[in-house]
């Protein structure tokens, strides 16, 4: 991220492009948001104690909050200097710009695949936000890259384009941010992980030798840790004892 911000903010402040530039911006983001869901990661990884019963997963939750707003921050900002640019019409941007964003959206699109994919494995919420901080860069990058060809090729009259590209890709990076914060905040609130979870929480406590009927059953997420709370009726046989898995 460091190699890709320095390399398109300077390609695009020499070959005229504000799209180039933005997304330059938005690379900068980026180092920031995984240095936040870094620290998220390790405050949530940490074990319970006396004043965290339920551990530390929360932190996480709270990490890809973070990241989702300075993500609609930074899509707010390309907006309006998008539009102030759509008013000053500048120099057409130079045609190396294209080759170096062919680059950036090939890296991009492959570390969103690939840190995704981590997410979903571990199942953490500030992962796959960052994740999505890839995606949202190539995004940028692919409106980028049509801004500046159409500039290119329609010539003269046409140098805004360049603008309304990175007006374009800003409207879809302030979506997946404003998206991503609402998970974010649902498991903040303690919202249901899915009724996948939950009927296999049913399904193998109906397994339990004398267990008759499941009375309630309750299941949060935090971080990467699932909690649930659960009561069931049991025969008169049976012997009642609090289990924790």
């Given at each position: 991220n460091v190699v890709l911000a320095i390399v398109k903010t300077v390609a695009g402040i020499l070959g005229?492009?504000?799209?180039?530039?933005?997304?330059?911006?938005?690379?900068?983001?980026?180092?920031?948001?995984?240095?936040?869901?870094?620290?998220?990661?390790?405050?949530?990884?940490?074990?319970a104690d006396d004043n965290h019963p339920y551990g530390h997963g929360k932190a996480e939750s709270l990490a890809a909050m973070i990241v989702s707003v300075v993500l609609v921050g930074v899509g707010v900002e390309i907006a309006i200097e998008s539009m102030k640019g759509l008013h000053n019409p500048h120099h057409t941007p130079a045609a190396f710009t294209?080759?170096?964003?062919?680059?950036?959206?090939?890296?991009?699109?492959?570390?969103?695949?690939?840190?995704?994919?981590?997410?979903?494995?571990?199942?953490?919420?500030s992962v796959k936000t960052d994740a999505w901080h890839h995606r949202s860069d190539a995004i940028t990058s692919v409106a980028a890259f049509i801004g500046i060809s159409i500039a290119l090729i329609g010539g003269k009259g046409y140098e805004s384009a360049d603008n309304w590209a990175a007006l374009v890709a800003s409207a879809i990076i302030v979506i997946n941010g404003i998206n991503l914060f609402r998970h974010a905040v649902a498991e903040i609130m303690d919202a249901s992980p899915g009724i996948k979870i939950?009927?296999?929480?049913?399904?193998?406590?109906?397994?339990?030798?004398?267990?008759?009927?499941?009375?309630?059953?309750?299941?949060?997420?935090?971080?990467?840790?699932?909690?649930?709370?659960?009561?069931?009726i049991v025969n008169a046989n049976m012997t009642v004892r609090k289990a924790h898995d």
């Open positions: 005229n492009s504000y799209a180039l530039i933005a997304d330059g911006i938005e690379s900068i983001m980026d180092i920031i948001s995984s240095i936040i869901v870094w620290g998220g990661i390790k405050i949530g990884s940490l074990p294209l080759i170096v964003l062919i680059a950036v959206v090939f890296i991009k699109e492959t570390l969103f695949r690939y840190i995704f994919s981590v997410g979903k494995d571990v199942d953490s919420i939950e009927q296999s929480v049913r399904d193998i406590a109906c397994k339990v030798p004398g267990v008759v009927a499941i009375e309630k059953c309750r299941v949060r997420k935090s971080g990467q840790q699932i909690f649930v709370d659960i009561h069931v």
